[in-house]
């Protein structure tokens, strides 16, 4: 029986300094030339995804956006795709509303873009928007309308948790959100996304795609519960939130360790 071995990124296979180590990278690459399957599943795109993993020469398709998309790592193509099931307007109007003025990641006129409203940035949004400088994907525009333009699959608030929460607790059941602070600046996120885009989704998406019998995931944060929760064993990195411990299969080794890398070579024997 073939097995899915996948990792989150940030904070589980990624250092803190948002590199994977010599270490982890010939690891993993040498046990995939010996056959193992092997997947990340992150909430980055798949331009910051392949950036801050240069090192690892994984051919199978990647999940990117918390599940939105299961991308070609090698011809970037979108392999299966999970967008709002209609334009989130009222979701919009609600935000605007309430002074949130998000990142917005769509598809306009065929191209991947993230749109923002410079002047209405946050402190956190503009620290984010500066890490993402030179990205052909962004889009800076001066009005709510030219913000929420195109085919949206994506949306990223950076702002104060009273403004936040609230919005949240509306939409945590209608939507798939992940509320949680940023793991690198401490900032408050907000991010809301199709139903059914999800890591777990898009990891069984996938699991079928492949053909593979099991999944076995890594993880640190609250992202990854619902992973968890459909992967046959789930291992929680040292540095992970309670939560995820508490359903993990095992506490492996921090990030910093070489947790994911060390446990795939103890553990993987060939399929």
Request: aromatic share 10%.
């Amino acid at each position: 029986m073939k097995t899915l071995y996948v990792s989150d990124l940030d904070g589980t296979l990624l250092r803190h300094n948002e590199t994977t180590s010599a270490y982890t990278n010939t690891v993993i690459n040498s046990l995939t030339e010996k056959g193992m399957i092997f997947s990340y599943a992150t909430a980055r795109s798949l331009v910051t995804s392949k950036k801050v993993t240069k090192g690892l020469c994984a051919k199978i398709p990647l999940i990117v956006y918390n599940g939105a998309f299961v991308m070609d790592n090698v011809t970037e193509e979108i392999l299966l795709s999970n967008y709002f099931e209609e334009t989130p307007a009222q979701v919009f109007q609600d935000l605007f509303r309430h002074q949130v003025y998000p990142i917005v990641y769509s598809y306009i006129d065929g191209a991947e873009r993230f749109s923002y409203m410079e002047q209405a940035c946050t402190k956190g949004m503009a620290d984010f928007i500066q890490t993402r400088k030179g990205d052909k994907r962004t889009r800076s525009v001066q009005t709510t309308d030219a913000l929420t333009m195109g085919n949206c699959f994506y949306i990223t608030c950076i702002d104060k948790p009273e403004k936040l929460e609230p919005l949240y607790q509306k939409y945590r059941d209608a939507f798939h959100c992940v509320y949680q602070k940023d793991i690198y600046s401490g900032e408050q996120w907000l991010e809301i996304m199709p139903q059914a885009a999800s890591k777990a989704n898009a990891v069984l998406q996938l699991k079928e795609r492949l053909g593979c019998g099991r999944v076995v995931a890594f993880g640190d944060g609250k992202n990854d519960l619902d992973l968890f929760e459909i992967a046959d064993e789930g291992y929680a990195v040292e540095n992970a939130v309670d939560e995820l411990k508490a359903i993990a299969a095992g506490v492996i080794g921090s990030n910093e360790e070489d947790g994911v890398a060390k446990w795939l070579e103890q553990h993987f024997v060939g399929e």
